[in-house]
Every structure is written in C-alpha cells, then in structure tokens.
C-alpha cells in the first residue's frame, strides 16, 4: 500500500504562489500515473491535474491551465504542484492520489490511494 502525505499549503493572497509536494511512501510510486485533486467547501471534488509514470505527459483542468503545473521527480518519490497567480477560487484541501491502471485520470474514482490533504486558502 502506498502512504502519501502533502506539504506546502497555507494562505496567501491572490496573485501568489505556492508549491505543494507529496511524499509517497515505496518506490513503487514510481509506476503510478500521479494526480492532484482539490475540494471547496460545500463543493464537489474536483481534479486539478495529473502526471504519467515518467513524468511526460501532463493533464490539467481547464481552470487551472497556464497557472499550475505538476512535477515528479522518481529518485526522491516526490509529486509537486506548482500554483501560480493564485485566485480566491483556488481555496480548497489539495489532495493527492495514485492511480494505479492510468485510467479514468480526471475522475476521482480512478485512483487508488490518497493523500489526507493540505489546506490552500487564497484571500482577495
């Protein structure tokens, strides 16, 4: 089973950045498509982005295209999120997963571990 645990929320005001990153536990990551998924208040979970095994190819939500970007870096079983020019809507627990079949990307059903989350609030 892989453990995953996220790192780098906080509040910031809008037009900051913030990085999160996510530690997984075995070196099994590796052959895991990683993905990142965020949820509001009151709100359904929504996916942000996800990354392949070998870091090549990216997806994102269109909401946060051109101002997030998602990183990996095998060596150190690490998952990241980039998140520039934040917006007050970003505020949400980032969570991060693994999905193991590299199917269903965009749909929180798809993956099989989780993280417990990180808090990102952005104030206007």
């Known amino acids: 089973q892989v453990q995953l645990v996220e790192s780098g929320g906080g509040l910031v005001q809008a037009g900051d950045s913030l990085r999160l990153s996510c530690a997984a536990s075995?070196?099994?990551?590796?052959?895991?498509?990683m993905g990142w998924f965020r949820q509001a208040p009151e709100k359904e979970r929504e996916f942000v982005a996800a990354?392949?095994?070998?870091?090549?190819?990216?997806y994102y939500a269109d909401s946060v295209k051109g101002r997030f970007t998602i990183s990996r870096d095998n060596a150190k079983n690490m998952v990241y999120l980039q998140m520039n020019s934040l917006k007050p809507d970003d505020t949400a627990v980032y969570s991060c997963?693994?999905?193991?079949?590299?199917?269903?990307?965009?749909?929180?059903?798809?993956?099989?571990?989780w993280g417990q989350g990180t808090q990102v609030t952005v104030s206007s």
């Open positions: 075995e070196r099994t990551f590796s052959r895991y498509l």
């Open positions: 997963a693994a999905n193991l079949e590299g199917h269903a990307i965009r749909i929180g059903s798809g993956y099989t571990y």
């Open positions: 990354i392949s095994w070998s870091g090549g190819i990216t």
